[in-house]
């Protein structure tokens, strides 16, 4: 077969196979020996096809390049989908996420033999952490500082707990409106400044600090008047892209010190 | 210039530039407008300037070598892969010589334009390099 043959193989193979999944298409395009590392026969192709598509249901590949020499086609290929499903052992993020790979496919008969694919799969991970960092800077900067609430369930997950050193939880979407709007209430000027974002694989740590006027009731404490200033630390677990837990620290001795109250026993 | 022409300059290239880190015959193999996608990197490098800001692997690997494994060539295009190895002994993007060794796979293609390299585009496997030295790869 010449080497436009197997080009046109190969276009055939990305738009039905990859991009539409129509995994009946793979043993016409694939050789009885086909090998991919543990992965043989057309079967073992259909099988990659389906773990891929699984993690990113709208997958959708685009050839940038391709060239070839004898029996060997060389392409480049850039990816994208949402990652909704796990790949590898990373969780889903809920993120759009694009890549490159480089391939190099050995025909036999008109039909794929084996390929070896190189991809920037560092960037599924960096992207990922990217989200995630995206997402808890929302979860301050537009949630709590501009008081934005129907933001709530894109960030967080149905079932998120947040836990406070004390003990004391706040659970799921109502949970997260409830704390909002006690905030608002005593601080309506209330400010969150990001001082630091890490993230690494599902968890990003977040410092903060906060600077707001104590106009409405605090903790059972009347409004003051007085500006106060605050810093805390969290730590956010992440699940399908969305927050799901939260382990806070914050210091509120010194939030009754800036107020000029003594704080309550216990 | 022919396809074979284009390969045996390619190989030039990887053995004189990327594995020795010599840029003095720059000027026979890569064309004044060279331009190189990094797959990754936020830019592309443009010409001898941005060839020297890549870190040489002569820098944290001095014992390192590169293998070319296959040339596919067509046109005025040339793709190939293979491996990079060595054991890192020197700092790399900031990260303190581990002295493990390890195989580092690329890809790449390139355009060529009257027998120099006119434009390129590679990646690297950095993942599997970084898990080689057992350490936690840099966020973005």
Known sequence: MSVEQNKATLRHM????????????VAELASPDYHFGEYKGPEGWGQIVTMIRSAFPDLKYTI?????????????????????????????TGKKVQ?????????????????????????????????NKEVTRRTLEDVINKE????????????????????????????WREKVKMMRTAFPDIRYTIDELVSEGDKVVCRHSSIGTHKGEYAGIAPTGKQVTMSGMFINRFEGGKVVETWGVSNPLLLYQQLGITPPAG | MGTEENKATLRRYYEEVLS???????????????????????????????????????VFAPDGKISIDEMVAEGDIIALHGKSTGT?????????PTGKKFTREYAAFYRFKDGKLAEGWALHDLLGFYQQLGITPPAG
Do not use: C
Request: proline share 3%.
């Open chain 1, 14 to 25: 990305y738009d039905e196979v990859w991009n539409k999944g129509n995994i009946s298409v």
């Open chain 1, 64 to 92: 940038d390049q391709v060239v070839g020499e004898g029996d060997t086609l060389a392409y480049r290929i850039s990816g994208e989908g949402t990652h909704k499903g796990k790949y590898g052992d990373l969780e889903p």
């Open chain 1, 99 to 131: 890549w490159t790979q480089m391939l190099f496919s050995e025909f036999k008969d008109g039909k794929i033999v084996t390929t070896i694919s190189l991809a920037g799969g560092l960037d599924l991970y960096q992207q990922a952490e990217e989200h």
């Open chain 1, 148 to 175: 934005d609430v129907s933001l709530i369930p894109e960030l967080f997950d149905a079932n998120y707990v947040h836990r406070g050193p004390g003990g004391q939880e706040i659970k799921g979407h109502d949970g």
């Open chain 2, 20 to 58: 020795k880190g010599d840029l003095s015959n720059w000027n026979e193999l890569v064309d004044e407008g060279y331009v190189m996608h990094l797959i990754g990197a936020p830019q592309p490098l443009k010409g001898l300037e941005g060839a020297k800001q890549v870190q040489s692997q002569k």
């Open chain 2, 88 to 96: 890192h002994t020197g700092e790399y993007q900031g990260i303190q």
